[in-house]
T-cell receptor
Framework: AQSVTQLGSHVSVSEGALVLLRCNYS??????LFWYVQYPNQGLQLLLK??????LVKGINGFEAEFKKSETSFHLTKPSAHMSDAAEYFC????????????FGAGTRLAVHP | SAVISQKPSRDICQRGTSLTIQCQVD?????MFWYRQQPGQSLTLIAT?????????ESGFVIDKFPISRPNLTFSTLTVSNMSPEDSSIYLC???????????FGQGTRLTVV
C-alpha cells in the first residue's frame, strides 16, 4: 500500500528566501509522485509530477522537486519565495495500477512574510 | 488538459436532506473520482466513478450515503444523502486519462450542513 507523509503542517519563510517543503513516501512499487497547490477557496493545481523519468523535476512557478529513492523522498523547493506562493501544498502518490487515483499527504501551509 | 466544472460551487443545506453535486469535464476522460476535504484537512478519496457501472468505494464510504452516477465519459454526479453537520466539507471531482498523466481537479463544492 502507498502512503505519503508531509513533515511540517505549517512553514513560514521570508520573501526571497528558499522554500523547502518535505514529502516522504512509502510504496511497494515504483511510485508516481505529484505536488499540488491549493489557493484559498480554489481547487487543486498540479505543480509538478515524477513518473520515473528524470529524478529532478521542474514545475510551474519556479518550483522543482527531486526524487530520491534511497531516502524515499520527494521534497519540493523554490529558490526564492514570492508572496503569491502562500498557499496549501499537497504531496500525493498514485495508487499502484490506480490510473490517476491519488493518496494525499496531510498538506503543508506555506506562509510568506515580507 | 481537461477543464472540470462543478455545480454548485457552494451550498448550505438542512440536516436530513440530500444534495447532488455535478461534475462536467470538457473532454472525454478515462477516470473520474470524488474526494472529500474536511475542514483544515487533506483530501480523502470517496470513490471511483465507473462509466456505465457501479462506483468503486473506498473503505469507510458506502453507496447508500454517497451514491454516484457516471452515465458517460464526461459527466458524473455525487449525492450526499441524509446529511448531518459532519458532512460539511469540500467535495472535489477529479478526472484523468490514466498512467503517466496528471489528474485534474474541479474547483470543489463547499458544503455546509446546518
Amino acid at each position: 500500500a502507498q502512503s505519503v507523509t508531509q513533515l511540517g503542517s505549517h512553514v513560514s519563510v521570508s520573501e526571497g528566501a528558499l522554500v523547502l517543503l518535505r514529502c516522504n513516501y512509502s510504496s511497494s512499487v515504483p511510485p508516481y509522485l505529484f505536488w499540488y497547490v491549493q489557493y484559498p477557496n480554489q481547487g487543486l493545481q498540479l505543480l509538478l509530477k515524477y513518473t520515473s523519468a528524470a529524478t529532478l523535476v521542474k514545475g510551474i512557478n519556479g518550483f522543482e522537486a527531486e526524487f530520491k529513492k534511497s531516502e524515499t523522498s520527494f521534497h519540493l523547493t523554490k529558490p526564492s519565495a514570492h508572496m503569491s506562493d502562500a498557499a496549501e501544498y499537497f504531496c500525493a502518490v498514485s495508487v499502484s495500477g490506480g490510473y490517476n487515483k491519488l493518496i494525499f499527504g496531510a498538506g503543508t501551509r506555506l506562509a510568506v512574510h515580507p | 488538459s481537461a477543464v472540470i466544472s462543478q455545480k454548485p460551487s457552494r451550498d448550505i443545506c438542512q440536516r436530513g436532506t440530500s444534495l447532488t453535486i455535478q461534475c462536467q469535464v470538457d473532454s472525454q476522460v478515462t477516470m473520474m473520482f470524488w474526494y472529500r476535504q474536511q475542514p483544515g484537512q487533506s483530501l480523502t478519496l470517496i470513490a471511483t466513478a465507473n462509466q456505465g457501472s457501479e462506483a468503486t468505494y473506498e473503505s469507510g464510504f458506502v453507496i447508500d450515503k454517497f451514491p454516484i452516477s457516471r452515465p458517460n465519459l464526461t459527466f458524473s454526479t455525487l449525492t450526499v444523502s441524509n446529511m448531518s453537520p459532519e458532512d460539511s466539507s469540500i467535495y472535489l471531482c477529479s478526472a484523468g486519462q490514466g498512467v503517466n498523466t496528471e489528474a485534474f481537479f474541479g474547483q470543489g463544492t463547499r458544503l455546509t450542513v446546518v
